[in-house]
């Protein structure tokens, strides 16, 4: 199989999905926390409750989706270069192992739930993400123009 030079090397595209899975996780932590420190705070108290919140937890969500990006796009790297292909089996299999390393702290059996888990999570993904590009490309099918049954008689 040939190479796509369409694509960054290996490592630009880790840091590129560790800093876009950084920037999602510190935007919607910002969402997610000043919503409900502005819920759980005083009637007064309730901007500065919510800039609070956003402070404190924000950048802890930033960085726990970033690292979840970053080791996953190293995996799918690593699986790509080991598989010399790129289907979806590819994200699979880098998802199983994301979720392993991830849950490695906890012992053998949360590692495993953690890579089953992970790896089903990204299976639905792909599915889902297949399913609708086979539905996008039936929307997009050319159709023949209709012609008439009968000559048009004079």
């Known amino acids: 199989m040939a190479s796509d030079h369409s694509r960054d090397p290996c490592p630009i595209v880790i840091l590129s ?6 920037s999602m996780g510190v935007i919607g932590g910002t969402v997610w926390h000043g919503l409900k420190g502005f819920r759980n705070s005083p009637y007064g108290e309730r901007r500065a409750g919510a800039l609070s919140a956003i402070k404190v937890r924000a950048p802890t ?32 299999i880098a998802g199983f192992f994301t979720g392993g390393v991830l849950a490695m ?44 049954d009968a000559p048009l008689s004079a």
């Open 17 to 22: 999905d560790f800093g876009c899975a950084f």
């Open 61 to 92: 969500v930033g960085g726990n989706f970033g690292v979840w990006g970053g080791v996953f796009s190293t995996f799918d790297c690593a699986v790509k270069a080991v598989r010399r292909t790129e289907d979806p089996f590819n994200a699979i």
């Open 105 to 148: 702290r906890g012992g053998w059996k949360q590692t495993r739930n953690g890579a089953i888990t992970c790896a089903c999570v990204l299976a639905v993904f792909e599915g889902v993400g297949i399913a609708v590009q086979r539905w996008m490309a039936f929307q997009a099918k050319p159709v023949a123009p209709q012609t008439p």
